[in-house]
């Protein structure tokens, strides 16, 4: 099955600049003759093989380091897009944070600060569910959030939110600068699907826990919610830190694009094991030496005197 199907639909989600961009030019759900739910899975086995790959490079290198943020509507398949696209990763090299409702230290901090704690070291892929963004969406909409902030008043105006944006934007860029790979999906969901998402998380006993009742009184922001995620992608797509507006309306989908935008994002930074220099390859033939004029024979490996009891 040609990788380049999986090149076509993500370039088909990527958004690098956002002056024109509208949420309703990008579907929850795509159309496509040429993919179905087998070859996708197949897809998406050699693309998180070649993922693990390059990982390995970028933690030897220790040079870039991969920044990602998960965004969406509850019931989007966050959770699940990360489980099964960077299930081949070296935990070593990959730490993936889940960001719930700020508690009483955090809300005495810039509202970015509890992310920027928690950004990934060079050589490593650092994954936020849910990220600052959530301070121009979530926080937008429920003013009673904003003032648990305790923000000074001189600076909580209607422009707050723009202002927001920019600082984000700002800092997104600054990320880039310093040699980090800045990627953001959006799992872009349907009304429809995400009810009957919920309908199975109340039908099925063991998802039960994964409803809450404010989950369902989110619903009641549909369209508002759009609205700010509209606002934010067109503030902060920029070709450093490009969006993903991903169909997440097919779960199988979902992950076959964002495993391709990672794997894109790593071939494009084309990290590499890093060379030897004379000295280090001076050090390693007196290694061998040392170690080959040892007396007694080197046992081949898988040979019992090699294996663990």
Known sequence: ??????????????????????????????????????????????????????????????????????????????????????????????????????????????????????????????????????????????????????????????????????????????????GMVVLKFFLHLSPEEQRSRFLDRIREPEKNWKLEPSDIAERRHWTAYQEAYEAAIRATAAPHAPWYVVPADQKWMTRLIVVEAMIEALEGIDPHYPKMTEAGLKAMAEARQALEAETGPVPERGSPETRVP
């Open 1 to 178: 099955m040609p990788r380049d199907i999986a090149q076509r639909l993500t370039a088909a989600c990527r958004v690098e600049h956002g002056k024109d961009f509208r949420l309703a030019d990008h579907p929850t759900r795509h159309k496509t003759d040429d993919l179905n739910r087998g070859d996708a899975k197949k897809l998406l086995q050699e693309g998180v093989a070649r993922l693990s790959e390059l990982q390995d490079r970028l933690y030897a290198q220790d040079r870039h380091a991969v920044f990602v943020m998960f965004q969406a509507m509850d019931a989007a398949g966050k959770d699940g897009a990360i489980k099964h696209v960077f299930t081949g990763l070296n935990p070593q090299g990959c730490q993936v944070h889940a960001f719930k409702a700020p508690g009483p230290v955090e809300l005495d901090m810039d509202f970015m600060r509890r992310h920027v704690l928690r950004l990934p070291s060079r050589g490593m892929i650092g994954i936020h569910n849910r990220s600052w963004y959530e301070e121009v969406l979530v926080v937008r909409l429920h003013p009673s959030i904003l003032e648990r902030q305790k923000l000074p008043p001189e600076v909580v105006s209607p422009e707050i939110w723009d202002q927001r944006l920019e600082d984000i934007a700002a800092y997104e860029r600054y990320l880039a600068r310093q």
